[in-house]
């Protein structure tokens, strides 16, 4: 939100640099703007990149383990597996990027091994990176980010540091000017901070309530007192160091108090959040919001606007300096604990909100509080108080785990809640079958076997129907991705028929119905895949649920294919597409994508089902599901389809096609498109004949194609809004269509061939 100023010679420089080396390391002190170049840097050199630039910010990151996940993240992969690195290196391979890692100095041997594995594997990808510390590998190059020039006189010209606080000072006051009065004091100013940055952005919002020369007067009162610990460090630490001390010794004590307490959160929060964590007898709830706007003012905290929501973040060094703070208060286990129990009763409620219409909402509120999450989670499995509530929170983030890509590092977590003593019997249950359903979903069938089995014991020793449920459910999954079709079919409905005896409604009720449509479809048995899978999805419609709802329309769509009614299976498949691909669920979107190639082989579309498959194969390097492909549920249609392609075709047709699918899916919403492109041409050009339509469809279908809203529709053939809206419902279902455009296509078409 603020300019760029200077770092005109770095800038070239980097650019030399990078143009020849795999690996350039923009080292340098804490605060002097390595992660603002960074991104200066990055931006410029995006166009020289075919797959562009990623940016991964390490400060949140509370583990060095979790550099790989945080990594897939950030490249575009979801789902991948505890242990990510081969999928990582098959997937950056062939690519042409730019990968930039920012503040690595805490976790720099994790670094080390990745940026090493990476570079031995995909030659055409290089990093950018910033630490306070070299990284040590081979071929590395150093770029030393100095603090911003200051004129050794007043007579020199101006200089970036004194350009710097002038242009900051602008936003602080507007009327700020640089002149012949006050320029020496700007000059002494600049020379005091040595020209660092951040100690500049700091001080300069005291000039809404100093002149310049009360700021030098007390930065040399401050400086004549550096502490003994900043004394032992090198001098420009030193003024970083005696610049936010002077910074903080401004602040009012309560807003000491929040600045220390306020750095637990780790990548932001909100003004609910600080309230809740924070607030006490000292710092009322009343005052937060006031002292909160006194730290922003004092660019303490920076304030950004994220969908929407405002949100407050600390700068690395500024959230340093309040842990130490906070950790020299005492106060520090307890904050941390109330951190922990505002997560955990942030993602109950999202749980409990889970079976809704709001599921792509309260997903992205989870994914913004991720970093907050992670934070809390490492803390509590390593405080022997707080385990339990850490596991109890992994549990009840099952959504985000499973749903929104980061079934992998759920499955790292509840691994650790697992190796937990004495845990209560239904925390340890649920982190069973949960952490059984990841393995599953990841492609590790015994393991989740292993998992559920455990999970089944607990449940047949307590008698608990719901555990019982969520067991059968687990244990489902690997029978049916292992191949076990009728076991998993005898599985799924108990399942189904314990949430009955429980009572239990929710998106796990909806998702065995589900999960036994699908097992159906595969074991040929059409007509309970979409009994059971339309029973999902009126359970789905009932609660508003959409997550679900599209693993049950990839269950009739599975069926309707194999029954040979391609547009309604295209149809269901093309809705599925639509739901998966505003929850980024990767796993769920690549089944679909190969699911259409299958659809355009039965159709006899050979090119395109070729060209289908060449973007499945991508979307498949982008999950850690492509172990689905060993199951013979996809393994088998998959080889039958690609045989058929390629006979049609012959290998060198064949392989063209495939590779320009392949190379049109670089992203998965590009991946998509081009999917969603094939299928509706596939719908419509096998939409059933008029024949499937009653007479009174034929009604409704005339009458909306004509315009007519459902109101209008029940109005004109006197019947409910409701059940028109249902016959409209059934029309678009069996042509394979999905709008009201489609449909008057259709008819107007009929009409002209006189039908």
Known sequence: MTTFVGRGNEMREAGR????????????????????????????????FADGVVFVEL??????????????????????????MPQLLAFLSAKNMLIVLDNCEHMAQACRDFVNEVLDTAPGVRFLTTSRHVLGIPGEQLLPVRPLAVPERVEDTVDDAVTLFTDRAMYALPNFRLSDDNWDTVLGICSRLDGIPLAIELVVPWLRVLSTNDVLSRLDDTFTLITAEAAARPSRQQTLIAAVDWSYALCAPDEQALWARAAVFSGGFTVEAVVAVCADERIPATAVLRLLGGLVDKSVLVRDEVDGVTRLRMLYTIRQYGLQLLAESGEERGIRGRHLDYQLMLAQRNEKEWLGPNQVELAADTRREHNNLRSALEFALTDPERRVTGARLANALQYYWLDCGFIGEGRRWLDRVLEVENLPTDVRQNALWINAYCAIALGEVPAGKVLSEQAVRIARETGDALMMANAMLAYGGAAFVGGELDYGLSLYQVSVDHYAAAEVTDCQTILAYAALGMCAAFAGRFDRAVTAAEQAIELADQHGERWTRSY?????ALATWQLGRLAEAAGHAMTSIRIKDQFNDVLGLSMLVELIAWIAASAGAMPQAAEVLGVASSMWRHTGGAAFLASDNWAVPHKRCERAARKALGDERFDAIHAKGAASAAKVDDAVVHTLKFATVLAAAHAEAPSVLTSREDEVAEL??????NKEIASR??????TAEKHLANILRKLGFSSRAQLAAWVADRRAQGQ
Do not use: C, M, N
Not at 717 to 722: K, W
């Open 552 to 556: 049950a329309h990839y269950a009739v």
């Open 717 to 722: 053939l006197v019947i409910s809004t409701r």
């Open 704 to 709: 909306a194609a004509a315009g007519a809203s």
């Open 17 to 48: 640099l990078l143009a020849g080396a795999r690996l350039l390391t923009l080292i340098g002190a804490g605060g002097v703007g390595k992660t603002r170049l960074a991104q200066r840097v990055a931006a410029r050199a995006e166009k020289g």
């Open 59 to 84: 400060d949140a990151v509370p583990d060095p383990g979790l550099l790989p996940q945080v990594a897939a993240a950030e490249l575009g992969l979801r789902d991948v597996s505890t242990a990510p």
